[in-house]
C-alpha cells in the first residue's frame, strides 16, 4: 500500500503544531518551510485537518493553525483518514466475473476471497494506526533524540509561533 506524501507532511504538521504553547499558532508557510514542502500542498492537507476536527485555524494577520484535540486524542488513523479518505486501500471490482465465458452468478454467491483478505488486511492496519498518538510518537522522539531533533524546533518555533488572544 502506498500513501500520498501528504500523509507525511499531515502528521509530521500535527506533530509540530503539539509543540506550540497555549493559544499560539503557526503559519501554513511555516509549517511548509520546516519541512521543505510547497505550501500550497501543505494547505490542502491542513484543510482536510481542519474539516476532521484534528486543527483548527485561526484567522487573521496572526493567524495560522493548532490542533484542536490533544495530542493523546489525536491518532495516526485519524490523520490519514483525513488526508486519504475513508475508503479502503483495495476496492474489489469484482473482476473474477469479466472475461470470456463468465460463469452464472450462483458461481459468485460468497465474497471473494481476495477482497476478504484484503479488507482483513486493512482492518489490522487501521486498528494499528488506531492506537498510536501523535503524544506517543513525540514520546518516542523524546527518548531516542539527544536533544538535537528538540533543539532545532525550539530554534524555529521561537522565531515562528504567533501568539494569539483568541
Same mark, same amino acid.
Given at each position: 500500500?502506498?500513501?500520498?506524501?501528504g500523509v507525511e507532511q499531515a502528521i509530521h504538521s500535527v506533530a509540530m503544531l503539539a509543540a506550540l504553547t497555549d493559544k499560539s499558532v503557526l503559519s501554513a508557510?511555516?509549517?511548509?518551510?520546516?519541512?521543505? %514542502?510547497?505550501?500550497?500542498?501543505?494547505?490542502?492537507?491542513?484543510?482536510?485537518l481542519s474539516g476532521a476536527g484534528i486543527v483548527a485555524t485561526v484567522s487573521g494577520p496572526k493567524g495560522g493553525y493548532r490542533l484542536a484535540r490533544t495530542a493523546?486524542?489525536?491518532?495516526?488513523?485519524?490523520? %490519514? #483518514?483525513? %488526508?486519504?479518505?475513508?475508503? $479502503?486501500?483495495?476496492?474489489?471490482?469484482?473482476?473474477?466475473?469479466?472475461? $470470456?465465458?463468465? #460463469? $452464472?452468478?450462483?458461481?459468485?454467491?460468497?465474497?471473494?476471497?481476495?477482497?476478504?483478505?484484503?479488507?482483513?488486511?486493512?482492518?489490522?492496519?487501521?486498528?494499528? #494506526?488506531?492506537?498510536?498518538?501523535?503524544?506517543?510518537?513525540?514520546? &518516542? #522522539?523524546?527518548?531516542?533524540? &539527544?536533544?538535537?531533533?528538540?533543539?532545532?524546533?525550539?530554534?524555529?518555533?521561537?522565531?515562528?509561533?504567533?501568539?494569539? %488572544?483568541?
Amino acid at each position: 500500500m502506498k500513501l500520498s506524501d501528504g500523509v507525511e507532511q499531515a502528521i509530521h504538521s500535527v506533530a509540530m503544531l503539539a509543540a506550540l504553547t497555549d493559544k499560539s499558532v503557526l503559519s501554513a508557510a511555516a509549517l511548509a518551510e520546516f519541512h521543505g %514542502v510547497s505550501t500550497s500542498y501543505l494547505l490542502k492537507h491542513l484543510q482536510a485537518l481542519s474539516g476532521a476536527g484534528i486543527v483548527a485555524t485561526v484567522s487573521g494577520p496572526k493567524g495560522g493553525y493548532r490542533l484542536a484535540r490533544t495530542a493523546e486524542e489525536i491518532s495516526l488513523l485519524a490523520i %490519514v #483518514l483525513a %488526508v486519504e479518505g475513508a475508503a $479502503p486501500a483495495f476496492r474489489c471490482a469484482e473482476i473474477r466475473q469479466r472475461g $470470456p465465458n463468465p #460463469l $452464472p452468478g450462483r458461481y459468485f454467491t460468497r465474497p471473494c476471497g481476495i477482497n476478504a483478505a484484503m479488507l482483513r488486511a486493512e482492518k489490522a492496519y487501521r486498528a494499528e #494506526l488506531g492506537k498510536v498518538s501523535i503524544a506517543d510518537v513525540l514520546a &518516542d #522522539l523524546a527518548q531516542s533524540d &539527544d536533544g538535537g531533533i528538540a533543539a532545532r524546533g525550539c530554534a524555529f518555533l521561537e522565531i515562528n509561533e504567533r501568539k494569539t %488572544v483568541r
